[in-house]
């Protein structure tokens, strides 16, 4: 079994090389790391414009999109104080 001992966790934390820009009026961050073609992403969008009546669906899309081989963590805001 593989073992991790303290003397092999570098004393530095590395640093991730970010490149940030704006795509059509989106902050993009691009991190250029190898990943032996493997794309991971991370997003965040507003759901202020999504209609009451229909965030109960916001779990059905995060699922969707996790069929394109991602991970989609859906958390509604009033999770983070309970």
């Given amino acids: ?3 991790l001992h303290l003397a092999d966790i570098p004393k530095q934390a ?3 090389p970010t490149a940030v820009a704006d795509e059509a009026g989106v902050s993009v961050l691009r991190h250029e790391l190898f990943t032996n ?3 991971y992403l991370e997003a965040a969008l507003d ?3 999504v209609p009451p009546s229909l965030l109960h669906l916001v779990p059905l899309f ?3 999109a996790r069929n ?5 963590r ?4 009033w ?3 309970s």
């Fill in 1 to 3: 079994m593989p073992s």
């Fill in 14 to 16: 590395s640093t991730v």
């Fill in 37 to 39: 073609d493997v794309l």
């Fill in 47 to 49: 759901l202020r414009p």
């Fill in 62 to 64: 995060c699922r969707c």
């Fill in 68 to 72: 394109f081989a991602g991970v989609c």
């Fill in 74 to 77: 859906f958390r509604r805001p």
């Fill in 79 to 81: 999770d983070a104080f």
